[in-house]
């Protein structure tokens, strides 16, 4: 459900002019088990807890695009 989120609101911020997505991780006891969820993303480390995914070099990679729009078109 995250990768077709985030594969959709990736495309949509694109098609109005953005260029960069950013994120951003707080670590708690609670969430450890999300700490590399913005990097298996391919967002790139710019600060400590800080990631920028480049929109320019497509964003998501195909098989989240290909997902959304298979449940898009059901």
């Known amino acids: 459900v995250e990768n077709v989120f985030l594969a959709f609101f990736a ?3 694109r098609d ?3 260029h960069h997505l950013v ?3 707080s670590p708690t006891k609670k969430n450890g088990q ?3 969820f913005y990097t298996d993303r391919g967002f790139e480390t710019f600060n400590e807890g800080q990631f920028s995914l480049d929109l320019n070099q497509g964003g998501m990679d ?4 290909a997902m959304f729009k298979e449940i898009a078109d059901a």
């Open 16 to 18: 109005r002019g953005c």
């Open 34 to 36: 999300v700490a590399n």
């Open 23 to 25: 994120g951003e991780y």
């Open 11 to 13: 495309e949509r911020v």
């Open 62 to 65: 195909d098989s989240a695009r």
